[in-house]
């Protein structure tokens, strides 16, 4: 145990392979513990490296092994990946994963807090019951158009239905299928309320922590953003610079590049997608609003005052897709929201400049 210097571990539900090695990479042990048994094997074994692949249980026990005094690295798991030899096995993953946390090279994930975690679980378990919603949302307005009543698409044009399906006088709707639908209506009031409740949650949280409220001033980032942002990221000085921010939330496009020649073509959608979905729907947002907005404009004067990033998206709306231009918008968002929270600083909005209506 006292020549250990590198541990890995491939974690599981209640089954756990361990493999130990010495300073000149020498197997010291393989062995197969159960749960209730790694903190005591690992107590054992003199502080040292200890490597895991980051998964949903691996902060927990990376924040166990610190206590412990050991130096542990959570690994993306796709990294591992390239050093498994052979054919897939728990051994074999174990030992993959302590040769890749020994590379210099290697990048890691940093270990998260229970707190951080527990403002995670609320954003989860919204975009669940927000999933459901809509999914009730589509099977009301299916079922509805059977009977000939069509509705718009749209969270908002779901209440004409709600109001026929509650109408028992109206003649248009059998009572068999107010039957049927009535408990689907109550279900969406009810997860309706339910995810209120968690924007309340989320908006208190984004407002308590000093990192949201400086991110949740940036154009196309609200309370949720912000919150989101600030509970994913530990620790922002990791990233090099905004663009490799916005390459580890998939925002950048995608290299195809050989032989000198470079290949670009759509982003690469890695990383986070929560992340990045809240990125691009915030910027189309932005986009929305200051095309609605310069449109008024120009319909009351020959210029308009606006910011270089707002100037910048409307001139490459002129000759890029609505999309296209949103998910550059979110790149750009990312990279100030990256700068605002490794440098600690505010938020400082752009001088406006004039731009021919």
């Given at each position: 145990?006292?020549?250990?210097?590198?541990?890995?571990?491939?974690?599981?539900?209640?089954?756990?392979?361990?493999?130990?090695?010495?300073?000149?990479?020498?197997?010291?042990?393989?062995?197969?513990?159960?749960?209730?048994?790694?903190?005591?094997?690992?107590?054992?074994?003199?502080?040292?490296?200890?490597?895991?692949?980051?998964?949903?249980?691996?902060?927990?026990?990376?924040?166990?092994?610190?206590?412990?005094?050991?130096?542990?690295?959570?690994?993306?798991?796709?990294?591992?990946?390239?050093?498994?030899?052979?054919?897939?096995?728990?051994?074999?993953?174990?030992?993959?994963?302590?040769?890749?946390?020994?590379?210099?090279?290697?990048?890691?994930?940093?270990?998260?807090?229970?707190?951080?975690?527990?403002?995670?679980?609320?954003?989860?378990?919204?975009?669940?019951?927000?999933?459901?919603?809509?999914?009730?949302?589509?099977?009301?307005?299916?079922?509805?158009?059977?009977?000939?009543?069509?509705?718009?698409?749209?969270?908002?044009?779901?209440?004409?239905?709600?109001?026929?399906?509650?109408?028992?006088?109206?003649?248009?709707?059998?009572?068999?299928?107010?039957?049927?639908?009535?408990?689907?209506?109550?279900?969406?009031?009810?997860?309706?309320?339910?995810?209120?409740?968690?924007?309340?949650?989320?908006?208190?949280?984004?407002?308590?922590?000093?990192?949201?409220?400086?991110?949740?001033?940036?154009?196309?980032?609200?309370?949720?953003?912000?919150?989101?942002?600030?509970?994913?990221?530990?620790?922002?000085?990791?990233?090099?610079?905004?663009?490799?921010?916005?390459?580890?939330?998939?925002?950048?496009?995608?290299?195809?590049?050989?032989?000198?020649k470079e290949r670009l073509g759509r982003i690469s959608?890695?990383?986070?997608?929560?992340?990045?979905?809240?990125?691009?729907?915030?910027?189309?947002?932005?986009?929305?609003?200051?095309?609605?907005?310069?449109?008024?404009?120009?319909?009351?004067?020959?210029?308009?005052?606006?910011?270089?990033?707002?100037?910048?998206?409307?001139?490459?709306?002129?000759?890029?897709?609505?999309?296209?231009?949103?998910?550059?918008?979110?790149?750009?968002?990312?990279?100030?929201?990256?700068?605002?929270?490794?440098?600690?600083?505010?938020?400082?909005?752009?001088?406006?400049?004039?731009?021919?209506?």
């Amino acid at each position: 145990m006292e020549t250990i210097t590198t541990v890995g571990i491939d974690l599981a539900k209640n089954v756990f392979q361990v493999h130990a090695v010495d300073a000149q990479g020498q197997v010291v042990f393989r062995k197969t513990v159960r749960r209730a048994a790694l903190l005591r094997l690992l107590s054992k074994v003199r502080p040292c490296l200890v490597g895991m692949e980051a998964c949903a249980s691996s902060h927990h026990w990376a924040r166990a092994l610190i206590e412990l005094g050991h130096r542990v690295r959570l690994i993306p798991p796709a990294y591992v990946k390239a050093y498994v030899r052979r054919q897939k096995n728990d051994a074999a993953d174990a030992a993959a994963i302590c040769e890749a946390v020994s590379r210099p090279s290697m990048r890691f994930v940093p270990v998260k807090s229970q707190e951080q975690q527990a403002v995670l679980m609320l954003h989860r378990a919204r975009a669940l019951l927000v999933g459901q919603r809509t999914a009730l949302i589509c099977a009301i307005r299916s079922h509805m158009a059977e009977l000939g009543v069509v509705a718009p698409a749209g969270p908002r044009n779901v209440a004409p239905l709600l109001e026929r399906l509650a109408d028992a006088s109206d003649e248009g709707i059998p009572a068999v299928a107010r039957l049927a639908l009535s408990p689907l209506a109550d279900q969406m009031a009810r997860l309706h309320r339910e995810i209120e409740r968690l924007d309340r949650a989320i908006l208190e949280q984004c407002r308590r922590n000093e990192v949201s409220r400086r991110l949740a001033v940036i154009p196309g980032i609200g309370p949720l953003t912000a919150s989101a942002l600030a509970a994913s990221v530990t620790d922002p000085k990791m990233f090099k610079s905004g663009r490799e921010f916005a390459a580890f939330l998939g925002l950048v496009p995608r290299q195809s590049s050989t032989g000198g020649k470079e290949r670009l073509g759509r982003i690469s959608k890695m990383g986070d997608r929560y992340l990045r979905t809240l990125l691009v729907v915030g910027a189309t947002a932005v986009l929305r609003h200051a095309k609605a907005q310069g449109s008024a404009k120009a319909q009351g004067s020959a210029k308009a005052q606006g910011s270089p990033p707002r100037i910048w998206a409307e001139g490459l709306l002129n000759k890029k897709p609505f999309k296209l231009v949103a998910v550059a918008l979110a790149n750009k968002t990312a990279r100030i929201a990256w700068a605002v929270m490794a440098r600690g600083e505010k938020y400082r909005k752009p001088a406006p400049m004039a731009k021919a209506a």
